[in-house]
């Protein structure tokens, strides 16, 4: 008798922990239905979408063995799960990668350089002649970069304009910055997008208090008879200290030093959401003024299925959904499922293909796409 008791208790254990895990796999892959101003929180859960996909996966496999019929619980909630799951990844097999493009397509590229390791380039002038090498294999005609460090006045120390428009035979370009972030007083940190198309207009948007992360950029290019605007941006970023990471790689059991650790990473995820819910707010109001076609890239700091994410391009083609493969993660710590940088497309355009470079030459890896007005 007490054998049966424990037995069907441990079933209801397992039922509710599935459909615990369910639900809360369901919050994650909608997260941005909720404002992260009122429920922040659930931006946690976007986070660990995956990994309850995979507990669900378990759950399933279980079942299968066991009493077949309550797989439905994860087969349920991964069919209404079905398009935010599509985001995280793609139903798809890599394709390979073709560095000639059609004649008739814009290669686009963005890319988080870490200001081209500028801190360490007398050490190792290797990393910034790799990432320049990489550029110029792959040949975009418009490259968006986050985090660029160059000079564009007289001084010539760490690495000007004119040197990175003649290594990568770029005829012109666009730099936004805050000169209150300037290096050394003398070298820009900010974004930037170079150009083989010629620019017919070009715009800094900036809010207060008009630091990095409250500015984003776009030019129009000309293209044949195509008028297009290409926005680059960088939403808010985590900024975890070291010691921060350090407890994410290795937690502790020390009791106060694991509350001090979890309270400081709570908070920055929250400010984390929050601001990035206003940037994104600001980009999708530019965004609806476009009389042109719309290209945007940039280091979003934030996952698929965000409030970000979908507010900026939840009308947009995303390069990687279309054409991408696997997890296609951007950033290179932390976890596998970090796929923080993004090329968005018009409706407009077709992807052609997709690639991500995987060399651990900034902290982000870059990432193509080849786009084409659509001949309808």
């Not at 669900?56 to 935010?84: C, E, N, Q, T």
């Not at 630091?211 to 975890?240: A, C, M, P």
């Not at 993004?342 to 690639?355: G, K, M, P, S, T």
Request: glycine share 4%.
């Amino acid at each position: 008798m007490a054998k049966g008791f424990f037995r069907r208790q441990a079933k209801r254990i397992i039922i509710v922990a599935n459909i615990l895990a369910a639900a809360l796999f369901l919050l994650g892959s909608y997260s941005y239905l909720f404002s992260p101003k009122h429920f922040w929180p659930i931006g946690l859960l976007n986070l660990t979408a995956f990994y309850f996909l995979l507990v669900l996966v378990g759950f399933l496999i279980f079942w299968l063995f066991v009493k077949p019929r309550r797989a439905f619980i994860s087969i349920a909630a991964m069919l209404l799960a079905y398009k935010p799951i599509s985001n995280i990844l793609p139903f798809r097999f890599a394709h390979s990668f073709a560095k000639d493009k059609q004649a008739d397509a814009i290669r686009v590229m963005t890319w988080n350089v870490a200001q081209f390791n500028v801190l360490n380039d007398k050490k190792h002038p290797e990393v910034k002649n790799n990432m320049l090498d990489i550029i110029n294999e792959y040949q975009p005609d418009i490259a968006c970069f986050q985090e660029m460090v160059a000079e564009d006045s007289s001084i010539k120390k760490h690495g000007h304009m004119d040197e990175f428009l003649k290594t990568l035979n770029y005829p012109d370009y666009f730099y936004s910055y805050n000169s209150k972030d300037d290096f050394w007083g003398y070298a820009h940190f900010g974004i930037i997008i170079f150009s083989r198309y010629p620019i017919i207009n070009k715009k800094t948007v900036s809010f207060y208090p008009n630091d990095y992360n409250s500015i984003f950029q776009y030019i129009d290019i000309v293209k044949g008879e195509d008028t297009i605007r290409v926005f680059n941006i960088h939403l808010q970023s985590l900024r975890f200290s070291r010691t921060n990471l350090k407890y994410i790689d290795e937690p502790t059991i020390e009791e106060e030093k694991t509350l001090k650790e979890s309270k400081s990473i709570l908070s920055k995820f929250k400010r984390g959401f929050l601001k990035r819910e206003v940037q994104a707010d600001r980009i999708k109001a530019e965004l609806d003024k476009s009389p042109y076609p719309v290209i945007l890239t940039g280091d979003f700091n934030d996952l698929p299925n965000s409030y970000a994410y979908h507010t900026i391009g939840g009308d947009m083609k995303n390069a990687f959904v279309e054409k991408g493969a696997g997890l296609g993660r951007t950033f290179s710590g932390i976890s596998p499922v970090l796929r923080i940088d993004n090329i968005f497309a018009d409706n407009r355009f077709e992807v052609n293909q997709y690639l991500r470079i995987n060399k651990k030459l900034s902290d982000h890896f870059p990432i193509f796409a080849d786009l084409q007005m659509s001949k309808k």
